[in-house]
């Protein structure tokens, strides 16, 4: 408390402790610091080479910039919240490391094009962990779709059994919404990628700065094109919080999915004693946490789009303190999908399907009564007569507690003369699903394809992307 503030000269009374407490970000904005020190190095090594400072400056704050790096990582540094905020924590303690050359650093630069940088660092670096981490639970449930290509489950429309589709194929699904989550990220990572520093405060700057060059040095692919948007804009942290609530909400469908199929009810799935919890009153308990809790974070990761959506609400140009506030929430959904997806790809490949219980399910769901209608159709019955004529087969079958194969021949008649022994084809489940032969279908064969093609997506990333 009562530290000089590098901004005070114009203050003749020193800050209230409140509002040193209220003011503060530093106990979670350190978390910047890496990407601080790269960029205010970078943006030193541009000064020196425009001869704003001297190379002995340059040198000097370089040296003092990786040893405070240094003493964070090993944490001897002392951070003080009445120095507010990571940046400032930093400077002063080079300043006081290095001397004159340390107060030099902040020429042609502000605190505000200063954040906007560290922040754009900071979200490169976790989107590309994330987009890593994406990759990896992809490959895990393409490797499941192949393994469970000829599994046979009963698909749902309305929790309603509906019609049979392989396991292989739902995995796929699954697949798919992580593939657009890919690609959102990837598609937000280039807007993400603009490097804001030389806008300064929020006018530009009158020395005589090369933005290029310092862009380059941190591996930005473009400088921002106006000084008072790049202060002020979050967008770029708008659209990743977007991007990473669909991502955490299509892991929440899953996690439905697995917890229902977990249950003793479905008994579709074991996920694995690693992953799951006991009651410590129901003995018999196994509980699908893992799916659970991301069910239920990704009711956070929502609240934190809402807040930085809310946050930008009302801000006129430029820069306004309201945007320290975009930090924590932006640090809570990294944070936990990054959490989410680790443990997605951890419990996975250990994930038990039960075959024979879901085949047993599919069978009792009367899951082939549209194979049967198709049937029909096929011999010249009008399709809303075979709909009518189907729904009574269906409801004997209710009656009599059968599974619609088990149906004698010469019954099936009764409801319709054109049925013949082939009928038992489509009645099969196998038959069923070998029947959806076409790209997106359900059918074993297709599935296998749309796998290998998937994967082919997957390894096309190392490549391409970071
Ligand atoms: N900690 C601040 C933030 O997160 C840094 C920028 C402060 N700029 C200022 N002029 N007060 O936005």
């Known amino acids: 408390m009562n530290q000089k503030k590098p901004w005070s000269g114009r203050f003749l009374k020193s800050t209230h402790h409140l509002m040193e407490q209220f003011s503060a970000s530093v106990g979670f904005d350190y978390r910047l610091y890496r990407h601080d020190i790269a960029a205010s190095i970078a943006h030193a090594r541009m000064l020196s080479r425009q001869g704003i400072i001297t190379q002995m400056d340059f040198d000097s704050i370089e040296k003092g910039l990786l040893e405070i790096q240094a003493e964070i990582e090993n944490n001897t540094f002392e951070w003080r919240e009445a120095l507010e905020d990571v940046h400032m924590n ?9 001397g004159e050359a340390g107060k030099k650093l902040h020429s042609g630069r502000s605190r505000n094009d200063q954040v906007a940088t560290d ?3 900071f979200l490169r670096q976790e989107l590309d962990e994330i987009c890593l981490q994406l990759t990896e639970l992809q490959h895990a449930l393409i490797s ?31 697949n798919e919404m ?11 990572r280039q ?7 030389g806008s300064a405060a929020l006018a530009g700057t009158s020395y005589p700065i ?44 899953v996690s439905e999915e697995l917890v229902l199929w977990s249950s003793d009810a479905f008994g579709f799935v074991d996920l694995g004693d ?18 659970e809790l991301t069910r239920g974070k990704s009711g956070r990761v929502c609240g934190d789009l809402m807040s930085l959506l809310m946050l930008m609400k009302g801000q006129p140009l430029a820069y306004n303190r309201d945007n320290q506030e975009d930090k924590e929430p932006l640090f809570d959904t990294v944070d936990t999908l ?14 038990k399907f039960n075959r024979d219980r879901m085949n047993a399910v599919a069978e009792k769901g009367y899951s082939t009564a549209t194979d049967l209608a198709d049937y029909l159709v096929r011999k010249n019955i009008p399709f809303r007569d075979a709909h009518e004529i189907v729904g009574k087969v269906v409801g004997y079958a209710v009656e009599q507690s059968v599974a619609l194969p088990d149906i004698a021949l010469s019954q099936l008649q009764n409801y319709c003369s054109v049925i013949e022994q082939d009928v038992y084809d489509v009645l099969d489940l196998r038959g069923s699903v070998n029947a959806r032969d076409h790209v997106g279908g359900t059918a074993p064969k297709r599935v296998k394809q749309a796998a290998a093609g998937a994967r082919k997506l997957l390894n096309a990333r190392n490549s391409s992307s970071g």
């Open 210 to 253: 090369d933005r290029e060059m310092t862009a380059r040095e941190l591996g930005f692919e473009g400088v921002s094109l106006n000084s008072l948007d790049a202060v002020s804009d979050r967008d770029f942290i708008i659209e990743f919080t977007a991007h990473a609530a669909v991502a955490m909400i299509h892991l929440s469908r």
């Open 274 to 291: 690693q992953f799951c919890t006991g009651s410590s009153i129901m003995p018999q308990k196994k509980n699908p946490d893992v799916a």
């Open 119 to 121: 922040m754009r660092l």
């Open 178 to 188: 992580l593939q657009r989550d890919f690609e959102r990220f990837q598609q937000c």
């Open 191 to 197: 807007r993400i990628n603009i490097c804001p520093l």
């Open 90 to 98: 930093i400077e002063a303690a080079l300043i006081s490391k290095i």
């Open 144 to 174: 499941l779709a192949e393994q469970e290509a000829e599994t046979i489950l009963p698909g749902y429309t309305h929790m309603q059994a509906a019609q049979p589709v392989t396991l292989g194929h739902h995995i796929l699904a699954w």
């Open 338 to 351: 990054q959490m989410c997806l680790g443990i997605f790809s951890a419990m996975f490949p250990g994930v």
